[in-house]
């Protein structure tokens, strides 16, 4: 049986000690793919398949963490990926900073062990493969609505990127359009959208309207869009076990907020990459016939 | 020829305003649900009416099951839906729609539309 190591990122320039440390402890037991921290912006998909990201923080290097930590997660495609921080001696409000801009934890690298840190990655992951039965009767129609509606409205290529399974609640982005869904199969259908492929999508759809670019049409624009997916998936769905009524869409903003989905049910997630930028589809239902282990 | 948009997407309405035009249809109102929709009638006169399916208050089929009773039942509707769910367009039909557009949609798709609501216009 042949056995692959699994697959870790570490964000980190050259020269310094904790870093050196990680590599020698998973050496042998991970594949470990070091990046610099001034690099990580032009990172691209290089991530995919990766149990995840540890990123070493050095304040002479980079005084905004936060915002490597943001081309971190948009570097992994907002995938609920463990990306743990590690800096010395973090200060609260630092620690706030770092899981406020989508850290999963932040370690200080004058007290931790290499080791320890691996563990973390291991202990959070939260990533499996699309369950086999739901990928093409469930998934693939919203993929498809996503992908037409995208390419219609803003004129604009969507090519699917990766599809996973997880359990987490926390979601990545700028701007999520949230839409109930009801009847045999009960869930949430989420858009997810960082504010530059938002604001991208938007203006291409309101250039030939000949309308400005303002807050209230953006997440309207958005807005429209989860309503248009959800109808179009809804069409594709409706002589199968998972049709389904919605509800009108509901827009939130703010960046790497919460969404609590009902627990305990599998979350499909789906990213897609553009000319226009990156987003994903993120799908919870309770699914007849579909057994799922947490509580309802 | 007045034309009535309902829908709660602001940016929709500026899309089917827009389409509108190109057709030579530039005289619009606008109502963000069913129960202004019904209100704008009450004020305008109003030749075809372009209506949403999913909206807060009063969606699209309780519009056109209100509409029914009210002397604007004769006016053409258009419904302009992402619902693309064929039950769902069975009863807008079968509640006095004459045409069913299915959003996203091109100027090819209203044309088609309107020579079914509205043959004499655009």
Request: charged share 20%; net charge negative.
């Amino acid at each position: 049986m042949s056995t692959t190591s699994p697959l870790v990122f570490l964000v980190a320039e050259q020269g310094q000690d904790w870093p050196a440390r990680f590599l020698d402890a998973a050496s042998g037991s991970y594949t470990v793919t070091r990046v610099p921290l001034s690099e990580v912006h032009t990172c691209g998909h290089t991530h995919n398949g990766a149990r995840g990201v540890v990123v070493c923080h050095d304040a002479s290097l980079s005084p905004d963490l936060g915002d490597s930590l943001r081309h971190v997660r948009a570097c992994v495609h907002y995938a609920d990926l463990p990306v743990i921080a590690v800096a010395p001696s973090p200060s609260a409000s630092m620690r706030a900073r770092m899981m406020a801009a989508g850290a999963s934890d932040v370690y200080d690298a004058d007290s931790t062990e290499p080791e320890q840190v691996l563990r973390a990655v291991d202990n959070r992951c939260d990533i499996e493969p699309v369950m086999a039965e739901l990928h093409d009767s469930l998934l693939m129609p919203f993929v498809e609505a996503a992908t037409h509606t995208i390419e219609e409205m803003a004129g604009s290529s969507v090519s699917l990127h990766s599809v996973y399974q997880k359990r987490g609640y926390r979601i990545f982005g700028d701007y999520s359009v949230m839409v109930n869904l009801s009847a045999d199969s009960e869930g949430t259908l989420v858009l997810s959208f960082p504010s530059e492929t938002g604001s991208a999508i938007a203006a291409r759809i309101l250039e030939p309207l000949g309308a400005d670019l303002t807050e209230e049409l953006l997440q309207s624009t958005l807005g429209e869009i989860g309503n248009i997916v959800t109808g179009s998936a809804k069409g594709r769905l409706a002589n199968t076990n998972y049709r389904f009524a919605m509800s009108t869409p509901t827009v939130v903003s703010g960046h790497n907020h919460e969404v609590r989905y009902q627990p305990g049910l599998p979350c499909l997630v789906a990213s897609f990459t553009g000319e226009l930028g990156d987003f994903a589809l993120q799908l919870c239902m309770a699914l007849p016939g579909i057994a799922h282990g947490g509580e309802s | 020829m007045k034309v009535l948009i309902i829908d709660d997407s602001s940016i929709m309405r500026m899309m089917i305003r827009n389409l509108l035009k190109q057709v030579d249809l530039p005289d619009t109102v606008e109502a963000g649900d069913g129960l202004e929709g019904l209100a704008a009638l009450g004020r305008e006169r109003v030749d075809l009416i372009m209506l949403d399916m999913h909206m807060p208050k009063m969606d699209g089929l309780e519009f056109l099951q209100h509409l029914q009773g009210t002397p604007w039942r004769d006016i053409p509707v258009i419904v302009v839906s992402s619902d693309s769910d064929t039950d769902r367009m069975w009863k807008a039909q079968s509640l006095g729609a004459c045409a069913y557009v299915t959003k996203p949609f091109r100027i090819e798709g209203l044309r088609e539309a309107l020579s079914v609501a509205a043959p004499t216009a655009g």
